[in-house]
């Protein structure tokens, strides 16, 4: 599985992004998918995940009520709109294919994407 995240870039706090990824292959919709963030010199941390068809959806506490994850089965891509953006959300973020264990936890997805960057000016 091949995937390739984009819409990253800079915004002022309070503002929106879409970060979108799209997925190689047929069978995107047999995928749990997740987003993780990375800030240098700590650990990668779970943002988001959804469910296969896109019925059950997980948040990191610190992003509910801000950000949306969502699927398009029929294009292969996995979205994290983000809303009310904060200085602290600036971060790499990276989207990952769910391999097994709990969705909370790095080790438990098997697939990642290369990461594109997120800066949230104050």
């Known amino acids: 599985v091949q995937l390739q995240a984009s819409g990253g870039g800079l915004v002022q706090a309070g503002g929106s992004l879409r970060l979108s990824c799209a997925a190689s292959?047929?069978?995107?919709?047999?995928?749990?998918m997740g987003w993780f963030r990375q800030v240098p010199g700590k650990e990668r941390d779970f943002v988001a995940a959804?469910?296969?068809?896109?019925?059950?959806?997980y948040y990191a506490d610190s992003v509910k009520g801000r950000f949306t994850i969502s699927r398009d089965n029929a294009k292969s891509t996995v979205y994290l709109q983000m809303n009310n953006l904060k200085p602290e959300d600036t971060a790499v973020y990276y989207c990952?294919?769910?391999?097994?264990?709990?969705?909370?936890?790095?080790?438990?997805?098997?697939?990642w994407g290369q990461g594109t960057q997120v800066t949230v000016s104050s």
């Open positions: 990952a294919v769910y391999g097994g264990g709990g969705y909370y936890h790095r080790a438990s997805y098997d697939y």
């Open positions: 959804i469910s296969r068809i896109g019925g059950s959806t």
């Open positions: 292959g047929r069978t995107f919709s047999s995928y749990v």
